[in-house]
């Protein structure tokens, strides 16, 4: 039999879940069982006691159900994870002869891993010792892989995603419209987007900014800058029709910069995958661990700056804007459908996968 183990989820007004949900949906129509934990998204020290104490004897109990020839697959990271957690599920299912794979969503050691202070080296091993006992990873890029494979993983047993899937009800063709415009969907809080309040300010900018989510803390409209509001994911999609989806993150409009900034050497965006969704074209850092992907399908933009988007943008034309499209489109059909989980998961099971 095969499994995926996942906390359970709520619904919220983000995307902050969907990717987990569509991760639940495309292996169970592969014929995989969900097994869940649950688990409170209560902030309070008193909920966070509880599941500190209930998740570990959860996911034990899971383990010990599974039998020889079991497959299953874990979403990472979830609420209250630790290294004894995952040294112990690795274990129990070595010694019931189960495959263990493991997806990583977000791995919290890679940010801020420049001058990171002693402590937080304790945390990333963390991350990387509750990984290396999983018979496979699931990782986001090559260069996340790349990253894994420097803190002693072996490469034989990591499994590149390229792009997470986004699930549509329904995937109909779509013909985004030319605009020389941005859209920046997701947290929308200095804290994380500090770029966009200089990039409101700038009165070069020669493109508009349209904005979708939370946290938004500056004007609702100013400078070609327009707050559209908040949606669920599957509504997102048919508001972000023209233009281009801006994938950045960070301090800065000169480079992406700080904790969230710098992220993006090493993650794949959910949002990448909501503009393609949404049948736009992108726009991303040059250094980003994405951009390979978005210059190999021709979907869109690199650049080293946002300040560098002004010409590019100023002299795009409606042809060029088309052909990107075009290409999105491809792609677009097959995040829909969660092609490439399925690929990703067909090579995790594949016998040349490294067993630990």
Request: glycine content about 4%; overall charge positive; cysteine-free.
């Given at each position: 039999m095969n499994y995926v183990f996942d906390q359970t989820s709520t619904s919220v007004r983000h995307a902050g879940s969907k990717a987990r949900d569509d991760v639940n949906a495309i292996l169970l129509d592969s014929g995989f069982t969900l097994r869940s934990f649950s688990c409170s998204y209560d902030d309070s020290?008193?909920?966070?006691?509880?599941?500190?104490?209930?998740?570990?004897?959860?996911?034990?109990?899971?383990?010990e159900t599974l039998g020889p020839g079991d497959v299953f697959l874990l979403q990472f990271p979830f609420r209250c994870y630790s290294t004894r957690i995952g040294v112990s599920l690795c274990k129990t299912a070595l010694k019931r002869e189960a495959r263990s794979i493991v997806l990583i969503h977000d791995l919290p050691c890679l940010r801020n891993v420049e001058n990171q202070p002693r402590l937080f080296g304790a945390l990333m091993r963390n991350d990387i010792v509750f990984l290396s006992g999983f018979d496979c990873i699931i990782a986001h890029n090559n260069r996340m892989k790349e990253y894994l494979v420097e803190q002693g993983i072996e490469p034989s047993k990591i499994v590149v995603l390229e792009l997470f899937d986004y699930l549509l009800p329904n995937c109909d063709e779509v013909a985004p419209r030319f605009e020389r415009k941005v859209s920046v969907a997701g947290n929308l809080t200095k804290e994380k987007t500090h770029y966009l309040y200089e990039l409101q300010a700038d009165p070069t900018r020669s493109y508009g900014v349209d904005l979708y989510g939370a946290g938004w803390e500056g004007e609702t409209c100013e400078n070609g800058m327009i707050y559209r509001g908040s949606y669920g994911p599957e509504e997102l999609v048919a508001h972000i029709t023209s233009g281009f989806g801006l994938v950045w993150d960070g301090d800065s409009t000169d480079e992406c910069?700080?904790?969230?900034?710098?992220?993006?050497?090493?993650?794949?965006?959910h949002k990448m995958s909501s503009y393609i969704a949404s049948g736009v074209p992108v726009v991303v850092w040059d250094k980003a661990a994405v951009a390979p992907f978005v210059k190999k399908h021709g979907i869109g933009i690199t650049v080293p700056s946002l300040g560098k988007l002004n010409q590019i943008i100023a002299e795009m034309d409606e042809?060029?804007?088309?052909?990107?499209?075009?290409?999105?489109?491809a792609v677009r059909r097959k995040v829909a459908s969660g092609v490439f989980l399925q690929s990703a998961v067909q090579k995790a099971l594949s016998p040349s996968v490294s067993k630990s």
């Open positions: 020290p008193l909920s966070i006691a509880k599941d500190y104490l209930s998740i570990p004897r959860q996911i034990r109990r899971l383990a910069s700080g904790e969230y900034g710098r992220y993006l050497l090493y993650n794949n965006p042809s060029a804007y088309a052909a990107m499209a075009s290409n999105v489109s």
